[in-house]
C-alpha cells in the first residue's frame, strides 16, 4: 500500500475541518426549530447525539492543525518566544470576533451592556491558546499528565466538592441549573450569560476547562500524525485503535459522570475525541492512501475558510430570523420564517420542509466561499 509523498499536505484535515463547519451551518439554522429530524438536535441534557459531535470536532482538529502549524513555523525559524505571541494573539483574535458576533448588530446599546460574554468561538479561542501554550515545550509524558489532571480534576470538583448552599455536585448533575459550572457561571458573569438558559450558559467558564482537555487531545493526534518517519497506514492505525479505546473509556466513565455537552463533561472529552480520532483516521485512509477524492472539494472549500463561514453565517442568520422583518400574509414576521413558508413548507412536510431550508442555507454559503476560494481570498487569523 503506497503513502502518499512526505511533503505532500493531508488533504482529509482540510476535508474533517470542512465537514464539521458545514455541519454545524446545517444544524444551526433549520427552517423551523420545532420540526427537526432527532439527529439534527441537541441531546435534551445528558447523552449525545450526531449533533453534539460538531463542536468538539471542531476543537479536536484545531488542535491538530496547531501542533502542525507551529512545527513547520519552528522548523523555520521562529523562536519560542514568537511562537507564543503567534498564539496569544491567534486566541485573542479569536475571542474579539466571538464578542464581535455577540453583539451584532451593534444596536440598541444593550448589545453591548447585556453581551453574552462566553460563546463558541470565545472557547475556541481560549481553549486553543491554553492547549497551544501548554503543549509548546512540554514533553508527551507531561502532556498526558496535564491532560490526565483536568479531567480527573473536572470530575472531582463537579462531583464531590459542595456546591455552596447545597452539597456535592454529584446529587445536581441531571439539574443543569444548580451544578458546580453554573454556580461559577452566575458568580462570574451573571447578566451576561445565554438568554435561553438566563442562570447558566453552555460555553461557561468553569467548563471552558475540560474543553482545553479536547484541544490537547487534538494537539496529540497532530504530534502522532507528523511523525512522518513513519508509514501513514501505520500513523492511522494507531490513530484507529487509540481512538476506539478513548471511546470506550468514555462510555464507562459515562456511568459515573455523565457524557454532557452542556458540561462538557470529562467522559464526554474522552468519548468525543476518540470518535474524532477514528473519524479524521477513516477520511485520511479514504482520501489520501485510497485516492477517492471525487466527493472532497465541497468540504475543502469550506474548510479552508472556517472563520469566514462560521462568522458571516452567524450575522446573516441573526439578521434573517429576527432583525429583518417582512409583510407576509397580513403579518410582520421576520424574513426567514416568510422564505421557509412560501417556498418549501407550502409543499413539504415539516421536518422534510424545515431541513431543505437549512441544507439550501449551508448551499449558498458554499456559493460564497467558493467565489472566495476561486479568487484565493482566505481569512487566516
Known amino acids: 500500500m503506497q503513502t502518499p509523498a512526505r511533503s505532500e499536505r493531508l488533504v482529509a484535515l482540510d476535508v474533517f475541518r470542512g465537514m464539521t463547519v458545514a455541519s454545524m451551518l446545517l444544524v444551526n439554522n433549520p427552517g423551523s426549530w420545532g420540526a427537526i429530524y432527532p439527529p439534527l438536535e441537541h441531546a435534551s441534557w445528558n447523552g449525545w447525539t450526531a449533533t453534539d459531535l460538531i463542536f468538539p470536532f471542531f476543537l479536536f482538529i484545531a488542535g491538530v492543525t496547531t501542533h502542525l502549524s507551529l512545527a513547520v513555523r519552528r522548523a523555520k525559524g521562529d523562536s519560542d518566544a514568537a511562537l507564543r505571541r503567534n498564539i496569544i494573539r491567534r486566541g485573542a483574535t479569536i475571542v474579539l470576533l466571538g464578542l464581535l458576533l455577540a453583539a451584532f448588530p451593534y444596536y440598541p446599546v444593550e448589545r453591548f451592556t447585556e453581551i453574552r460574554i462566553p460563546g463558541v468561538l470565545q472557547r475556541i479561542g481560549v481553549a486553543y491558546a491554553c492547549a497551544a501554550l501548554l503543549t509548546l515545550r512540554t514533553s508527551l509524558k507531561t502532556q498526558i499528565i496535564i491532560l490526565a489532571v483536568i479531567l480527573l480534576g473536572y470530575w472531582f470538583v463537579m462531583t464531590v ?5 447545597q452539597g456535592i455536585g454529584a446529587l445536581f448533575l441531571d ?3 444548580r451544578t ?13 450569560l445565554w438568554k435561553s438558559s438566563k442562570v447558566w450558559d453552555p460555553e461557561g467558564p468553569l467548563s471552558t476547562i475540560p474543553a482545553i482537555g479536547t484541544a490537547m487531545l487534538g494537539v496529540l493526534c497532530g504530534r502522532w500524525l507528523g511523525r512522518k518517519e513513519l508509514p501513514l497506514v501505520e500513523r492511522l492505525t494507531g490513530m484507529f485503535a487509540v481512538g476506539a479505546l478513548m471511546m470506550m473509556v468514555g ?3 459515562h456511568w459515573v459522570f455523565p457524557i454532557n455537552k452542556g458540561l462538557w463533561s470529562s467522559s464526554y472529552v474522552l468519548f468525543t475525541g476518540g470518535m474524532a480520532a477514528v473519524a479524521i483516521a477513516t477520511i485520511t485512509w479514504i482520501i489520501d492512501l485510497q485516492h477517492v477524492t471525487w466527493w472532497t472539494r465541497p468540504f475543502v472549500i469550506y474548510g479552508v475558510n472556517p472563520i469566514i463561514a462560521f462568522w ?15 409583510e407576509y400574509q397580513g403579518k410582520e414576521i421576520a424574513v426567514q420564517a416568510a ?15 424545515s431541513l431543505a431550508f437549512a441544507l439550501t442555507f449551508v448551499l449558498f454559503w458554499l456559493g460564497i466561499l467558493t467565489v472566495l476560494y476561486r479568487r484565493n481570498i482566505i481569512l487566516k487569523v
Do not use: C, N, Q
Not at 458546580?180 to 451576561?192: E, P, Q
Not at 458571516?312 to 417582512?326: D, E, F, Q
Not at 422564505?339 to 420542509?353: G, I, K, M, N, T
Open 312 to 326: 458571516g453565517s452567524g450575522a446573516m442568520a441573526r439578521l434573517i430570523y429576527s432583525l429583518w422583518k417582512v
Open 161 to 165: 466538592v459542595p456546591i455552596p448552599g
Open 251 to 253: 462510555l464507562m466513565w
Open 339 to 353: 422564505v421557509y413558508r412560501s417556498v418549501f413548507l407550502s409543499w413539504l412536510e415539516p421536518r422534510d420542509a
Open 175 to 177: 439539574d443543569p441549573t
Open 180 to 192: 458546580m459550572a453554573a454556580y461559577w457561571d452566575r458568580a462570574l458573569l451573571d447578566g451576561h
